[in-house]
């Protein structure tokens, strides 16, 4: 058993970290609770230099057959997303500790809630069977309800909590229903198994049935339309980390699910559903950015942002080719790093629930021209102008509908949507910027003092943006490498 373990090793290194964490805040004192924040980070850091191990590395495609009966899997993709998550969690750790000031009570709890919130995602990434989907989804969503609600005293935290856990057990419900209806087609409860039948269970109507249900609590995760409705009460409500891992963390998480089930388990059936697929995009796209035209809270804006962007993602899927996956996984790595940018600088500046309006962004150049700085470039990534990161995510997701196009006047449909998606979204994101270098605000304008730990994660948001934008080579060798999942459609 204990060889076997050794695939698991990542998942187990981080629930070990949770309960050292909440084992420690038995033993400081309330003044040192908040070096609890970045000890975790630093432990995330160690564990995701070890992934980075030839050791590691190694078990990438090796059987899980004797101990996992399949149901659990390490490949490329695999790999690509536990790295991702926990980069996203070191990033919201640290500027968590700063946030950590407006918690009354349970510092550490909440560092807890966050990695255990971080082992289900990475336990996402590697399921192979509806009964790891539904537990790491459950893991995930069961934490979230959680941290959304954590800071009590606020009206809007509770709400958005209260909201957040009535649809996430609705959405929860379709799903584990969904899976009863194709366990009764199938008879089995794993990927591999549905993948040999799924030619002859496209005519089952039961079949269709599950596998639709189970879409809807999947886009229900990934705020896709018509399942996004949460999203800006639960944005605007949950504290300032929450909302940022919530924003990547989640998103990925059903991503990367989304990707395992219709394009590595069942290819047929999604080219059925191109049509649906490609309604639901487009509408995502549509609703995502024209709803966010009239937003001022950030956190808002920035939900109706996260809906768009999952309407340009859901691209990738309809685009059915490896091209699609390799544009989901690199488009992901550039949200990471400019949401992240965003909401770090929106923690910094907003310091209670009720500052959060566009306002507060106002002089910002003259405050803290870095941050001005930071803040400009997430806009600009976010609304995919070069030569940021966003840019060319956007790229090569139309690229891959692109690719698909001639034969189906659909696909130029979404890429129309698409392109309308981006003009409109220059003037919400152009808004923030207007405010940062020309807004007035008749509050006092103080300098804005920035800590080391969050001035260096800002750095490396900023970088990383740079990064995947000016030089995209080597990062989209590494994404087409994981996108090779076994059993996917093929390339173009």
């Known amino acids: 058993m204990g060889e076997q373990l050794k695939f698991v090793q990542l998942e187990m290194m981080v629930v070990a970290l949770g309960l050292v964490v909440l084992i420690a805040d038995l033993a400081m004192g309330p003044s040192r609770r908040r070096l609890l924040g970045y000890l975790s980070a630093a432990g995330l850091g160690v564990i995701f230099l070890f992934s980075l191990r030839d050791g590691y590395v190694g078990l990438v495609n090796e059987s899980t057959e004797l101990f996992f009966n399949s149901r659990y899997k390490v490949d490329g993709l695999a790999l690509f997303f536990k790295r991702f998550f926990l980069l996203a969690a070191i990033f919201v750790l640290v500027f968590a500790v700063d946030f950590s000031e407006r918690l009354r009570s349970g510092i550490a709890e909440y560092y807890s809630f966050i990695l255990f919130a971080l082992t289900g995602m990475m336990f996402a990434a590697s399921a192979n069977d509806f009964s790891m989907l539904f537990v790491s989804i459950e893991l995930i969503t069961v934490t979230f309800y959680i941290l959304v609600s954590f800071q009590r005293h606020r009206l809007h935290s509770l709400e958005a909590g209260v909201k957040y856990l009535i649809l996430g057990a609705v959405s929860s419900a379709f799903m584990i229903y969904g899976i009863a209806l194709v366990f009764g087609e199938v008879g089995s409860l794993r990927f591999d198994d549905l993948h040999a039948k799924q030619s ?293």
């Open 200 to 492: 002859e269970l496209i005519e089952s109507k039961l079949f269709l049935f599950g596998m639709l249900f189970l879409f809807a609590g999947l886009a229900f995760k990934v705020s896709a339309f018509p399942f996004q409705v949460w999203a800006p009460d639960v944005y605007q409500g949950a504290p300032t980390p929450t909302t940022a891992f919530l924003a990547v963390g989640s998103k990925a998480a059903g991503f990367v699910l989304l990707i395992r089930l219709l394009m590595s388990t069942v290819p047929e059936l999604t080219a059925e559903w191109t049509g649906v697929l490609l309604a639901i995009s487009a509408l995502t796209i549509l609703y995502g950015n024209l709803c966010a035209l009239p937003q001022r809270n950030l956190k808002r804006l920035l939900a109706y942002s996260g809906i768009a962007n999952a309407g340009y993602l859901m691209m990738g899927i309809v685009a059915q080719s490896e091209l699609g996956i390799t544009a989901i996984l690199y488009y992901l790595a550039g949200y990471l790093f400019t949401v992240m940018a965003a909401f770090i600088i929106i923690s910094l500046l907003a310091k209670d629930g009720d500052g959060e309006d566009i306002s507060c962004l106002a002089g910002l150049s003259k405050r803290s021209p870095f941050l001005a700085f930071a803040m400009t470039l997430a806009a600009v990534s976010l609304a995919g102008i070069p030569p940021l990161a966003g840019f060319f995510g956007k790229f090569l997701l139309v690229k891959s509908v692109a690719s698909q196009a001639f034969g189906d006047s659909g696909y130029f449909v979404l890429l129309a949507v698409a392109v309308f998606g981006v003009v409109v979204s220059i003037y919400y994101y152009f808004k923030i910027i207007r405010t940062i270098f020309w807004g007035n605000d008749s509050r006092e304008q103080s300098p804005v003092t920035v800590g080391l730990p969050v001035r260096i994660a800002l750095y490396c948001c900023v970088a990383a943006m740079l990064y995947l934008g000016l030089l995209p080579n080597k990062p989209f060798k590494w994404a087409e490498s994981a996108a090779k999942v076994e059993n996917a459609v093929a390339s173009d």
